[in-house]
């Protein structure tokens, strides 16, 4: 089995090494939140200086296999890094969808700008009144008014009513339009219940009503999380996105990329978090001798990077098999490292804010954000819980009659 990475990889990496050491991580001293939530003015210097290197759209314009060790790179500084070299979520998930299922004119209107990097945008899937970790709970509901078939798109409108929650980016105002999931048909079959559409931000009945706050950290780098309200937003029919009743096989659709690109990029927080924690212990003394002489020190270190490698490969195989057989058959492994990533990066950076000691969970270091932000993977895009569920079904399927 041959592990290397090809040419073509090799030197994506080594120009987006460069990228990093020369440009990001000298930046990142420079980062400054803006009251308005609109995209810090550090961040529109690296994407002009990433497209002029030919950084951009990376997850767009690569196959899965060569696109992680990419994103592990940018993983190491995602406040900045992602968003740099417009790989960032959600607009990564939006603009795969919007090529897959999205018709001309949607792709025209919104897929051509977001890949220029002229708007955001935001996914509005969970809701606060029902468990969200199943889709098909979804209650907002998106009603056909006005002439025109049910069952196409050609004339008459849709009215969308709901209550969304924790819409990541919805606070940037860059962010131009929402894809909501909705309930088309209350009556069908659950799985064909949920449509898709895409509701322009500055529809009247839309209202981003407040920020929604992760572990107290407001994710302002990133356009933040939102409650947002939908009163009787009225849309044209042709915003629907592929056929009514189709938003529950599209969401899924979304999701498998979605979540092995959080797992690529968490990969580059726990190399940082080991570097964090390996340049602490090695500059510290306590009780007469360094920290990095210390056993259970050493025991985080290793276990550390074990971990690390553990992760790593399953995520490469992970790729390979998406690239290879397409997600559905990856989906074992996509629900595998949706549940070992997370809780890997977890566990090392724990022992890293343990390192770190009071700094660590202090705003001078990094760690304490990239603990609030890894932990919360462990719920979005489904939470731990059932994915395990569903891994357990496949597995009993193969012996049981």
Same mark, same amino acid.
């Given at each position: 089995?041959?592990?290397?990475? !090809? ?13 990093? !050491? ?30 002029? $290197?030919?950084?951009? +759209?990376?997850?767009?314009? &690569?196959? +899965?296999? *060569? ?20 790989? #960032? ?23 051509? /700008? ?5 708007? $955001? ?29 049910? @069952?196409?798109?050609?004339?008459? *409108?849709?009215?969308? +009513? ?26 069908? !079959?659950?799985?064909?219940? *949920?449509?898709?559409?895409?509701? /322009?931000?500055?529809? %009247? ?43 529950? #096989?599209?969401? =899924? ?30 500059? @510290? ?21 074990? @971990? ?26 996509? =629900? ?5 990533? /997370? ?5 090392? &950076?724990?022992?890293?804010? =343990? ?7 202090? *705003?001078?270091? %990094? ?15 489904? /939470? ?7 891994? #357990? ?9």
């Amino acid at each position: 089995m041959d592990f290397a990475f !090809d040419a073509a990889t090799e030197e994506l990496r080594e120009r987006l090494t460069a990228f990093m !050491d020369e440009c990001v991580y000298p930046a990142e001293a420079r980062l400054t939140l803006n009251e308005d939530w609109s995209t810090p003015a550090v961040v529109r210097e690296l994407q002009q200086e990433a497209r002029a $290197r030919g950084l951009w +759209n990376l997850f767009y314009e &690569l196959p +899965n296999l *060569q696109y992680a060790p990419l994103a592990e790179i940018t993983g190491r500084s995602i406040q900045l890094a992602p968003a740099a070299t417009n790989c #960032a979520a959600p607009d990564t998930g939006n603009m795969e969808l919007l090529a897959q299922f999205g018709d001309e004119a949607q792709r025209k209107q919104w897929l051509e /700008p977001l890949l220029a990097g002229e708007i $955001r945008s935001a996914f509005a899937m969970t809701e606060p009144e029902v468990a969200s970790s199943d889709a098909t709970n979804i209650r907002t509901r998106i009603e056909r008014v006005g002439w025109g078939s049910p @069952r196409t798109k050609s004339g008459g *409108q849709y009215v969308v +009513n709901g209550r969304k929650w924790y819409i990541t980016g919805a606070m940037n105002p860059d962010c131009k339009v929402f894809i909501v999931m909705g309930q088309t048909d209350p009556e069908a !079959d659950v799985r064909h219940r *949920q449509s898709m559409i895409l509701v /322009p931000r500055d529809t %009247p009945g839309v209202t981003v009503r407040r920020a929604m706050t992760v572990f107290g950290y407001e994710d302002r780098d990133h356009g933040g999380h939102a409650e947002v309200v939908f009163e009787d937003a009225r849309v044209p029919a042709a915003n629907l996105i592929g056929e009514p009743g189709s938003g529950f #096989a599209i969401a =899924q659709a979304r999701l498998g990329p979605g979540r092995i690109h959080h797992c690529m990029r968490a990969i580059g927080i726990a190399e940082r978090a080991l570097e964090l924690m390996c340049r602490r212990v090695s500059e @510290r003394t306590a009780f007469g001798r360094p920290l990095a002489d210390q056993g259970v020190v050493q025991d985080w270190i290793a276990e550390s990077r074990v @971990r690390i490698e553990q992760a790593r490969l399953l995520v490469l195989k992970t790729a390979w098999l998406m690239d290879t057989v397409g997600n559905k058959g990856a989906h074992t492994e996509i =629900q595998a490292i949706k549940i070992v990533v /997370p809780q890997t990066v977890e566990w090392i &950076l724990d022992k890293a804010v =343990q390192a770190h000691g009071a700094a660590g969970v202090s *705003q001078d270091t %990094p760690l304490a954000v990239l603990w609030a932000g890894n932990r919360t993977l462990r719920l979005a895009d489904g /939470p731990d819980e059932v994915h395990r569920r569903s891994l #357990a079904r496949r597995e009993l399927r193969r012996y049981q009659g």
